[in-house]
């Protein structure tokens, strides 16, 4: 008995129709992501160097926003239940060679179909238990919850409870007290100081008689009212 059309394959699809690529490469790409889960086929559809990796990586997004957008289905119990690439148009061409005659060339075209369906209820309940041991969360829920505001918890009160209270702060009598400052009694008291008796005296000071005598020719420059008396006796 033969199986199901491809046109008759339950789930939600998304075609590329005449795409510049033989249906042969676009295969290769398809034979990689068939059966596997929708993150896991992209993650294998990136670290795929082929451009028919690139283009299927495209119709497997579009197919996963029509599941989501028309059938309201949840991205993450999607899988690839089904893809497949046919051939489309041949456009020929045509190259010169030697003696006058000529070559076809064939440019081929592919159809690429990646249909998507939710998964069987057994292989949720295993995905469901792989990402409990091993993630509290997807990708997608904890996104979600960051994005919600935060909800006062008991450790966020109790912290609150736990600042410091005012009589911690330090008290006005731990500050200095008055007393402990340098009193006046202590400051240089003013009969420390120099006395005036101890300056140098006046009667210390150097007397007229002690200073040397004054010469003869002093005595004359100093009295010259004297000499002048002697010649006018003469």
């Not at 008995?1 to 339950?10: C, R, S, V, Y």
């Not at 456009?91 to 939710?118: D, E, F, N, Y």
């Not at 400052?181 to 240089?188: C, S």
Request: glycine share 6%; net charge negative.
């Amino acid at each position: 008995m033969p199986g199901l059309k491809t046109n008759e394959q339950p789930g939600t699809r998304a075609v590329l129709r005449h795409y510049r690529m033989s249906a042969t490469k676009a295969r290769q790409a398809l034979d990689l992501i068939r059966g596997q889960e929708v993150e896991r086929a992209a993650d294998i559809l990136r670290s795929t160097s082929r451009e028919a990796a690139e283009v299927v990586g495209k119709v497997l997004a579009s197919a996963v926003a029509n599941a989501r957008n028309n059938e309201g289905m949840d991205p993450d119990e999607l899988y690839v239940s089904a893809c497949f690439a046919d051939e489309g148009t041949t456009l020929k061409r045509w190259r010169p060679r030697a003696r006058g005659r000529a070559t076809r060339i064939r440019k081929r075209t592919c159809h690429v179909t990646v249909i998507v369906s939710r998964l069987p209820e057994d292989r949720l309940e295993r995905r469901r238990a792989r990402q409990a041991a091993s993630t509290p969360a997807s990708r997608s829920r904890r996104v979600a919850a960051s994005r919600r505001p935060a909800q006062p918890t008991e450790d966020t009160a109790a912290s609150a409870t736990d600042a410091v209270e005012p009589e911690d702060a330090v008290e006005p009598e731990d500050a200095v007290e008055p007393e402990d400052a340098v009193e006046p009694d202590e400051a240089v008291e003013p009969d420390e100081a120099v006395e005036p008796d101890e300056a140098v005296e006046p009667d210390e000071a150097v007397e007229p008689d002690e200073a040397g005598e004054p010469d003869g020719t002093g005595a004359e420059a100093a009295d010259p009212g004297a000499g002048t008396g002697e010649e006018e006796k003469g």
